[in-house]
């Protein structure tokens, strides 16, 4: 390593000029020759059998290309086949000149329902009789996998209700034996809302048919490989024959996986020519899969000292129509973050007459951690101690069982409690509270997520570096890549260009979630620019005809160490590598990498709340995370990811909720209506980085993308508890909801 | 290897479909949104001073972007700068919102010449007092270099003349003493016409600029990344901020390497705006750059037996308004296809006020062949010698120090010319012959090119294999690295895919030309897929339990040996390092590699005809080439690269010339005037493949483009002596020039 150390040093993100210039081309930006327009007609009930499609008037419409339903696809379930689950469910397509007559032809289509009874409420899902949702054989399995956290669960084999796809089981001891040993037994049951990633721009594609029957998809998309492997699965293709072209992304936090690419993808297939399907806001709002509501009844029970014995969880989560609920991360982070002898954990999914689940930043986490750091919060107060005091004795430290039986790796969750325990805020928490005014402590984790990934760096003649990778860059993840080669090559960063191909030609990476592109690309970003530089002394060395160990890269020229005028540009060395008649190969350094471990991520927070009595509004006044990042390489963009978390833990706290009315239908599904906390919303955000060094990532850096935004919920309603003496367990914390809690409703 | 073996194996081109049904998109089918439209206003002049441009009306012309002057572009020497020095320099450019507007506009531009004195002949060009040709600062060095040849030579330091850019002297004892010691001494002088290399889709780009001041040109090019070195260069950028696309080539043949894209990505890059530049036909003759004619007078001395003593040559190649004929190749081939002990051989350039010159297909060889093979073929005759025997007795074997004193590699002329003596139709040659009919042997060489390359190869999920390479194919070379990826891997080709990408992201290639894509990127085809392979059955090892050596890879599965049910398929194992949570990282081979010495390739062809002495027509009747190839690893394509070969010789053998007038004017520029020959014009073309393994190349290639396109203007004029009595030392052999000869002119 030179002496310059870019690793640990602020660094503006290297697209943040075009973005904000507006010069960012999205997928809605992209016009093909002869692409045409789709939009989808959504069913207006929540369940409902399909009778009749007629749309002879639609298809005579002048612009009008198809008028596509289930049946006229050629593969199935790519729209809603003989019924629909939910109100939003995709039933035509219609594919048109432009988007006008999209529309016209849309109101042309005469769709027939006959109407069924719909259950909304989980647990009227699950009660005897009631209607079954969706087609069995549609039930997805646990995606928070792909999203980014391990899940070696114990699957319950008891039977199952028709409506529960899912249901999981982890058991330590005997929780009767916890309850009887404890001085101090709490339960409560919690609730968290439905909430929306809120990404600015809507889902969307462009799929453009290729001559081999084949397609290319220009998608808004966090994760291209997997879009790809999603894509022909489903339409029964090879993969070779799917190509997918990342697009620049408008926000995803987990949202932006797949939706209707391979809708988009069959239907110009079938038309031989470019289909464009961008959802509006409203179509996004009811179509898009956000992040599933849960219940989770929990029960914990500690002795006089803190000591934590039992935990008892029964966990439900509202799956919406189709299976696909993180019922097992959300499992396994309640039972495994403090340690406990005694554990019975029952986790579960209940299918609904509502739009299907997708992934939201930290998947069955907030979840989680709602139920978790509330009741945690309650048992200090039982016992009067500390809260901070309470987690520090309890929590998780490496070796540990988790829920599942497997051992924690290294983590960072002591560290960041005694970093809190150290901070300002903390310190004045007694002294410095106005009337109604409290504080609110609470803890997060992500187990953090592995996955294979490789990485090119090609050294160019101009002497800069071209990294080469498959990853999507949701959040500044390729200037982390640019210092992470920039170090380990040694050139200055603003030398290395990062190139993100499709994926037809990108070197293999992981999707964008899961807090896992610098811990697993990054190091193969880390190992690539080490090939390369190797590849360039061993060239110089012979062109120079130096021995390689006598060799220093400096300044942007390598030479013989003591002697820098003898040496050559690294500009120089690679063209010797492109020049013809050299009998020197090019220059480009690959690396292929599999972590062998994931590597936990933990954050605590405090927000410091003002109560209104007489509004039952919740004013958020300050706030400070504390997080463990292994190694903050961009330190400016990993608080920005914690801002951003921050944010959207503030939302689901306190405003963010997607609420359905009794036949299902979707209240609120706009920009105008959905509670997303503004700019104006929030407290001053503190920050403070604590590194615990990761094994495997680069430089010892871990995912931060994910713990943000999980405690803020748990956080809040602690505060509010501190601030005025309710304790309020379903979340968002609306004024409503505080102020009947203050009169005692 | 496994037991199939698909080298050599002959196999439909991979694209040739989607070229056949009109499906490809060449850069002239790109319309990019805010796209505009630029046309160059050319020079009507030879030689002439610019006094003025009043681009007033034109500008005012709505729809009119732009009226640049050579001032107004802010780079040197993208347009004529006070003076222009052929007709068809470019002077103006004018951009516009589209093509109609661009003419309109063309014509409101005025421009004021005062025209100057032109030297358009190249022997009067070095006469004293000639006018001086172009900016001297101009001249460029000899290309062949970046086209495939090596050319080691020795410069002449003796004054040259204000038109001669360049001089090259290659001498072995002394020419003096041959000539004492010969039993014959022939010598005459040779001439060969500038032609054009015809391909079908005029030059063109679009250039389409970046918000870092870079620019993305989408171009019809042979070399992305030569092409991106020299905008790069022209325009003063670093090379990273150039990424150049490159498009599918509808023919090239040497000439399509770089032409207006500077021009074009400099005007991109002031309008901020993609602009589009494709010449029409007229423009493409006029501005577009041809192949060199020549006058090589040759003195050849030999004895009885037919050992040749001595080799005296001077080359003078007409280089245009700009130097870079490639004397120094065509030099080295004509002093070192035969064994001679005395050597004397200078080669010249002129520069005259007409178009300059560029690559076509073996730059250089068909110059030199043309006076070689028809002196031999004069020695023989005077000698009473078999020719082909004579050629036999002097021909260059391995080892055999060449022109400029570097040795032979490994190459197989005298395999070839024993496989011409083999052949039917020499055989039958002296029987088989009707009245007017005659036979004409001549050889062609090609030293061959090295240039680094890289490559990759990806395994997917779906078993097959995608190679990513930085070449673009031309000839077919895809499909033939499909097959080397798919022998050496051990699958079917159909299962691999090649991937060429852009500058920003594919691994280097040199440009395709000189004969050695396949030498080259072919081996690092090959090498990648053999790296991939390995890393599959490490995986494999690892994955089955097994020992890597029991591994055996058949039929897409990998099995241990003798029991093919324990194994996995490719694609699952591959699945392995695309998995999240996998230990297993993707499979991705790569190699780099610099071939350290290049293969020469040799021809032999044999020409039947039929002089009509009234007109002096002559009429192919057949054909016979004999070529080694090295290893055609995909035969049909080998084949059908010798027959376009056999035909560009024939059309510069009998018909193709640029003409210009004493003024400097092209006469004939569009294809119906310029006569190429049509399919009806070919006699039938019989071609015979002699396999002389190269040392690095895969499985034993080299390279084939260049050497059937060299020998065809000599096995002509040797025919043509055969059939009518009559030696013709200018080609084409139009009939006027036939019957003048025929007529004792």
Redesign the interface.
């Known amino acids: 390593m030179e002496a310059t150390s870019w690793v640990g040093r602020s660094r503006r993100r290297i697209e943040g000029?075009?973005k904000v210039?507006g010069?960012t081309r999205f997928v809605g930006?992209l016009?093909l020759?002869g692409m045409l327009y789709a939009r989808p007609i959504l069913s207006p009930y929540a369940h409902a059998a399909i009778e009749r499609v007629d749309a002879t008037a639609a298809k005579r419409l002048p612009g009008v290309a198809a008028v596509f339903t289930a049946d006229e696809l050629g593969v199935r379930r790519l729209l809603a086949q003989r019924e629909v689950n939910y109100a939003g469910e995709p039933v035509v397509l219609v594919v048109a000149a432009d988007e006008t007559t999209c529309h016209d032809a849309a109101e042309l289509v005469e769709i027939q329902y006959r109407e069924l009874p719909a259950v909304v409420d989980p647990l009227a899902a699950l009660a005897a009789g009631a209607p079954v949702v969706g087609d069995p054989t549609l039930h997805q399995s646990d995606d928070a996998?792909?999203h980014?956290a391990?899940a070696s669960s114990t699957t319950d084999s008891e039977p199952r209700p028709a409506n529960m796809p899912q249901r999981l089981r982890f058991r330590r001891g005997d929780v009767a034996t916890a309850w009887n040993a404890a001085d101090a037994v709490i339960s409560a049951e919690f609730s968290v809302a439905r909430v929306h990633q809120a990404y600015l721009e809507p889902q969307g594609c462009v799929a453009e048919p290729g001559?081999d029957g084949g397609v290319t998809i220009h998608a808004s998309t966090q994760g291209q490989?997997f879009l790809r492997?999603e894509v022909?699965k489903t339409l029964g293709l090879?993969?070779?024959l799917v190509r997918v072209v990342p697009m620049a992304v408008g926000g995803g936090f987990g949202g932006k996986i797949f939706l209707l690419e391979p809708l988009a993808a069959q239907a110009a297939r079938l038309l031989g020519r470019p289909v464009r399907l961008c959802l509006d806001r409203i179509h996004d709002f009811l179509v898009a899969q956000p992040a599933p509501a849960a219940r989770i009844a929990l029960k914990l029970g500690a002795t006089r000292d803190g000591t934590l014995l039992g935990i008892e969880a029964d966990l439900l989560f509202d799956g919406g129509a189709a299976s696909g609920s993180p019922v097992g991360i959300a499992a396994i982070l309640l039972g495994s973050t403090y340690r406990a002898a005694h554990l019975h954990v029952v986790a579960a999914e209940a299918l609904t007459h509502k739009t299907p689940n997708s992934a939201y930043r930290a998947p069955g986490a907030p979840q989680a951690y709602f139920a978790l750091e509330s009741a945690l919060d309650m048992l200090a107060r039982k016992l009067a101690l500390d809260p901070l005091e309470l987690r520090l004795r309890n929590a998780a430290r490496q070796g540990d069982a988790r829920a599942d039986g497997r051992p924690w790796q290294r983590l960072g969750l002591v560290e960041s409690l005694e970093r809190m325990r150290a901070s300002e805020l903390w310190q004045r928490r007694k002294s410095a509270r106005g009337r109604d005014e409290g504080y609110g402590l609470a803890v997060g984790g992500w187990p953090g997520?592995?996955?294979?990934?490789?990485a090119?760096c090609?050294i160019?003649?101009?002497g800069?570096l071209?990294i080469?990778v498959g990853s999507v860059d949701l959040t500044g993840t390729n200037t982390t890549f640019a210092t992470i080669a920039a170090q380990t090559f040694g050139v200055d960063p603003a030398r290395v260009?990062i190139?993100t191909?499709d994926t037809?030609?990108a070197?293999?990476s992981?999707m964008t979630g899961g807090s896992k592109i610098t811990y697993t690309v990054g190091r193969a970003v880390d190992e690539a620019a080490a090939d390369a530089r190797r590849q360039l002394l061993a060239l110089a060395a012979d062109h120079l005809e130096a021995n390689i160990d006598d060799l220093v890269l400096e300044d942007g020229r390598v030479f013989v160490r003591g002697n820098p005028s003898s040496g050559a540009e690294i500009g120089e060395l690679a063209r010797l590598?492109?020049?013809?008649?050299?009998?020197?190969?090019?220059?480009?350094g690959?690396a292929?990498?599999?972590n062998?471990e994931s590597s936990p991520g933990f954050a605590v927070h405090l927000a410091r709340v003002h109560v209104d009595r007489a509004t039952g509004v919740v004013r958020p006044l300050e706030y400070l995370a504390v997080q463990d990042v292994g190694k903050a390489i961009n330190p400016a963009e990993v608080e920005g990811q914690i801002h951003g978390g921050l944010t959207q833990g503030l939302g689901r706290a306190l405003a963010e909720e997607l609420i359905h009315d009794e036949s299902g239908q979707l209240h609120g599904g706009s920009f105008l209506e959905y509670a997303m906390p503004h700019s104006g919303d929030l407290p001053p955000l503190r920050v403070e980085l604590v590194e615990v060094p990761s094994t495997y990532g680069p430089y010892g850096a871990k995912g931060v993308g994910e713990p943000p935004a999980i405690p803020g919920a748990a956080a809040f309603a602690n505060a509010v508890e501190d601030a005025a003496g309710v304790r309020i367990t379903e979340v968002p914390l609306t004024a409503p909801r505080v102020l009947a809690a203050l009169r005692g409703g």
Chains 1, 2 share one sequence.
Not at 449 to 454: D, H, R
Not at 581 to 588: A, T
Request: aromatic fraction near 6%; charge should be negative.
């Open positions: 000029n075009e210039r010069r930006d016009h020759p996998g792909a980014g391990t001559d490989f492997a022909a090879p993969e070779s997520g592995i996955e294979p990934a490789a090119g090609r160019e003649g101009d800069s071209t080469h260009r190139v191909s037809d030609r070197p293999f992981g590598g492109m020049e013809f008649g050299s009998p020197h190969p090019p220059l480009h690959h292929r990498i599999a062998p």
